[in-house]
């Protein structure tokens, strides 16, 4: 039986920031989702999570994840002190606890189950995870025997010059039998630098308290400043991205791109420079994505094609070509084998199969049939400057050059419409549609400031 209690109160100062710390940001993911998620391989039986500093932003932000207990730490006088205030929440709880730092943001699921193992196998009262780390500074330094048994943790600012040579340091994860550090959490003192209460402490009055050390020391990159978290950032993109190669993906030029670890490839998925992925994006075999172009949250199916261009909850039938520079967002669906061409916003539209918007269109609120030809030039005049319309063209319908439609507007399949035309009135099926005033030309008409007549009409010579 394991409880997880994930350590979320601090301001983290050294972010500079008005946004709590553990909400910061990685790849698309807060910090204390990603240490949430690195812990659920060990299926805890509860998951406590201790919050003070904006404890209501930070609640909010969670509060789609089923389950969570938050305990409110309300002055935040350090790490120990976060820890006793579990106290009268796991009154009575026999198991182990293993407990996160907020801020400790890519930890593998695999590690934890290990620390959670060794703890159990060897039936210590703590089991703490650390790693030898080539650059220990701003970590605390654990001091060992030779089994691995902790005898001290000394914070950075605590440490003396000889102290710190120890590249030995405290991950910030640990395991306890929760009943034997109830016993002693009472006993922590503020005896430090900082005047707080560390939960490092816990060492000196508990025992065994062995270390475990992970063997990839990119895992417990703790965030406290944005440095630290453009490392993490650049460690997560190194990961993602050798994980999609490993898995048929191919990247081009890897360092200009960026795929968030929510997005879902296929193999044979093609991805050029400059390009991002972010969010629930999924994308099937067969895409080439790219150069220069930003999908979020968006569902592309095979063989699409997108250059240039920003796609954003929307969804892309298998083999449409996208761009270059097209936009695409809210709710946008293009059918398949569809061309959405040069400086074309589709908003909250939808195109059936084989339907082509090829050139400098907006189109919002529309819903096209199959095969139909959108102009080059078109709008849809989707907003009345209060209320959003609709358009509606039926399948095969083909819009002439520089059309507005004006919403709300149906027109049926088969309709042809003249270019220039602006779509006032709905069009049944099999028409042509001209909406435009009829050219007039006047033969001979001069201005009248270059020595016009009246009526335009043949030059008079004026008077002299
Ligand atoms: C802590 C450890 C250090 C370790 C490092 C690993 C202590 C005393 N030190 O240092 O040995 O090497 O993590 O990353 O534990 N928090 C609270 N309440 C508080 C204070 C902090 O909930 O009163 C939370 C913070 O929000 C944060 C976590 O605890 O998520 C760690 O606090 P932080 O101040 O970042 O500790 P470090 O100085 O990094
Ligand atoms: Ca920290």
């Known amino acids: 039986m394991v409880a997880v209690a994930i350590l979320a109160a601090g301001r983290g100062t050294r972010m500079k920031s008005a946004l709590p710390k553990v909400l910061h940001s ?68 026999t198991g182990d606890l293993l407990v996160l730092n907020g801020d400790v943001p890519l930890l593998k699921p695999d590690t ?59 991950a910030g994860v640990y395991c306890f039998r929760w009943p034997d550090l109830a016993q002693v959490l009472p006993l922590l003192q503020a005896n430090n630098d900082q005047q707080e209460y560390y939960l490092t402490d816990i060492v000196n009055h508990l025992e065994p308290v062995m270390a475990v050390d992970v063997t990839d020391y990119e895992e417990i990159l703790g965030i406290n400043d944005r440095q630290q978290l453009a490392t993490a950032y650049e460690i997560l993109q190194r990961r993602v991205k050798s994980e999609w190669m490993a898995a048929g993906v191919t990247l081009i030029d890897p360092a200009s791109i960026t795929i968030d670890d929510t997005v879902q490839l296929q193999p044979d998925v093609i991805i050029e420079p400059q390009t991002h992925l972010r969010g629930n994006t999924v994308i099937q075999s067969g895409c080439r994505i790219g150069p220069g172009s930003l999908i979020e949250n968006s569902q592309l199916d095979e063989n699409v094609t997108v250059l240039y261009s920003v796609i954003t909850d ?81 399948d095969r319908s083909k819009t002439g050059s520089g059309n507005v439609f004006v919403a709300p507007v149906t027109l049926g399949a088969d309709v042809t419409v003249a270019a220039g035309s602006v779509v006032t009135e709905d069009v049944p099926d099999d028409c042509l549609v001209i909406a435009r005033a009829r050219q007039v030309v006047k033969p001979g008409w001069r201005l009248k400031s270059k020595g016009v007549g009246e009526q335009g009409g043949p030059e008079t010579p004026s008077p002299s």
Do not use: W
């Open 26 to 93: 990685l790849g698309g993911r807060t910090l204390v989702e990603r240490v949430l998620q690195s812990c659920f391989s060990i299926s805890p039986t509860r998951c406590l999570v201790i919050v003070g500093y904006q404890s209501d932003q930070v609640k909010t932000a969670m509060q789609s994840v089923p389950e969570l207990e938050f305990v409110e730490q309300t002055e935040q006088l350090g790490t120990g002190h976060a820890i006793q205030q579990l106290l009268p929440h796991l009154e009575g709880f």
């Open 314 to 394: 929307s969804i892309i039938h298998a083999g449409t070509q996208i761009g270059p520079y097209a936009h695409l967002r809210g709710h946008a669906e293009v059918g398949t084998g569809c061309r959405v061409g040069n400086f074309v916003e589709l908003k909250n539209s939808k195109l059936g199969s084989k339907t082509n918007v090829a050139h400098l269109s907006y189109l919002g609120d529309a819903t096209l049939g199959e095969r139909v030809n959108i102009g080059a030039g078109t709008i849809t005049a989707n907003y009345d400057g209060v209320k959003k319309h609709p358009t509606r063209i039926g």
């Open 112 to 170: 934890l189950k290990q620390l959670v193992q060794t703890h159990q196998e060897n039936q210590n009262a703590a089991t703490i995870l650390t790693a030898i780390l080539p650059n220990p500074q701003g970590y605390g330094r654990v001091f060992c025997d030779s089994q691995n048994i902790i005898k001290q943790i000394v914070e950075d600012r605590d440490c003396t010059e000889a102290q710190k040579q120890n590249r030995r340091i405290n």
